[in-house]
T-cell receptor
Framework: EAQVTQNPRYLITVTGKKLTVTCSQNMNHEYMSWYRQDPGLGLRQIYYSMNVEVTDKGDVPEGYKVSRKEKRNFPLILESPSPNQTSLYFC????????????FGPGTRLLVL | AQRVTQPEKLLSVFKGAPVELKCNYSYSGSPELFWYVQYSRQRLQLLLRHISRESIKGFTADLNKGETSFHLKKPFAQEEDSAMYYCALKGGSEKLVFGKGTKLTVNP
């Protein structure tokens, strides 16, 4: 089944404790992206990647890192999480072509105390 | 710059009534426009895209370049249409820009 998976789905952590949220897709998509979803603010892009070893900042990259060592994986790293990073995070992927559907993961709900 | 505006945060209609979710965009070139839907506690999924001029679950959307709009319409709303709806735009880059979303509630 074609899908985007994320782990963990729920995470409670404390300020400053490094964490990684994994994202994996099995559709051989070139493009992958991370978003955060906050009430009243919609979806805001954190980072994106056009292919292996090619990553770039989105609209709200501060406090986050990503890597793209393999085509299928695009982990999101919070080196020193802070309470303002409490949010719902979505990973997404798609082919790079006109009109292509972007597929989303199930979301990771993060609470930073 | 690419921008998507959804002027209504909340929209409430009765079952069987017509519904229109507004989306306006700002982009100087030829955009690709999409509507995504997020049902309660589920992931976002594509509802429709202007490039294929399709009708999904009774919803349609027409790209109006003169008014820079891509409003989503359905003639008879159903309770199962209650969800968050996001309009999205892709311009010359691969970046997909989302509006802030409209929460649609269809009352029985």
């Amino acid at each position: 089944e074609a899908q985007v998976t994320q782990n963990p789905r729920y995470l409670i952590t404390v300020t400053g404790k490094k964490l990684t949220v994994t994202c994996s897709q099995n559709m051989n998509h070139e493009y992958m992206s991370w978003y955060r979803q906050d009430p009243g603010l919609g979806l805001r892009q954190i980072y994106y990647s056009m292919n292996v070893e090619v990553t770039d900042k989105g609209d709200v990259p501060e406090g986050y890192k990503v890597s793209r060592k393999e085509k299928r994986n695009f982990p999101l790293i919070l080196e020193s999480p802070s309470p303002n990073q409490t949010s719902l995070y979505f990973c997404a992927s798609r082919q790079i072509a006109a009109g292509e559907t972007q597929y989303f993961g199930p979301g990771t709900r993060l609470l930073v105390l | 710059a690419q921008r998507v505006t959804q002027p209504e945060k909340l929209l409430s209609v009765f079952k069987g009534a017509p519904v229109e979710l507004k989306c306006n965009y700002s982009y100087s070139g030829s955009p690709e426009l999409f509507w995504y839907v997020q049902y309660s506690r589920q992931r976002l999924q594509l509802l429709l895209r202007h490039i294929s001029r399709e009708s999904i679950k009774g919803f349609t959307a027409d790209l109006n370049k003169g008014e820079t709009s891509f409003h989503l319409k359905k003639p008879f709303a159903q309770e199962e249409d209650s969800a968050m709806y996001y309009c999205a735009l892709k311009g010359g880059s691969e970046k997909l820009v989302f509006g802030k979303g409209t929460k649609l509630t269809v009352n029985p």
